[in-house]
């Protein structure tokens, strides 16, 4: 399974760090992403690390702010989350690949994690 930590209630402006841990899984060789799902709203990609961790990408909303990255050897992803906004309020998901890479569709990744909440008050 997939278990995500690291969430909260935090001001705006304020700092999370998001972990998400790997066990049972081929985790090293599979691209990793976040997705993050506001009530009412659909789910949205926030970011995707490959599998060699090298190349990351970021949803427009977030580039700048969040940062992902990947130790492999500990299993972990993990998603800073800076300069917090209201509007990052959301619970936030992992989501293991198919593939090497990481791509922002949902149908790229068969395991997920059950998320965390962030709360970000203005």
């Known amino acids: 399974p997939l278990v995500e930590s690291g969430g909260g209630l935090v001001q705006a402006g304020a700092s999370l760090r998001l972990s998400c841990a790997a066990s049972?899984?081929?985790?090293?060789?599979?691209?990793v992403a976040w997705f993050r799902q506001a009530p009412g709203k659909k789910r949205e990609y926030v970011a995707g690390?490959?599998?060699?961790?090298?190349?990351?990408e970021y949803a427009p909303s977030v580039l700048g702010r969040f940062f992902i990255s990947r130790e492999n050897a500990e299993n972990t992803v993990y998603l800073q989350l800076n300069i917090l906004k209201p509007e990052d309020s959301a619970v936030y998901s992992c989501?293991?690949?198919?593939?090497?890479?990481?791509?922002?569709?949902?149908?790229?990744?068969?395991?997920w994690g059950q998320g965390t909440q962030v709360t970000v008050s203005s």
């Open positions: 049972g899984l081929r985790f090293s060789t599979r691209g």
């Open positions: 690390i490959t599998a060699n961790g090298r190349v990351t």
């Open positions: 989501a293991l690949g198919n593939t090497d890479y990481s791509y922002s569709s949902l149908s790229y990744y068969d395991f």
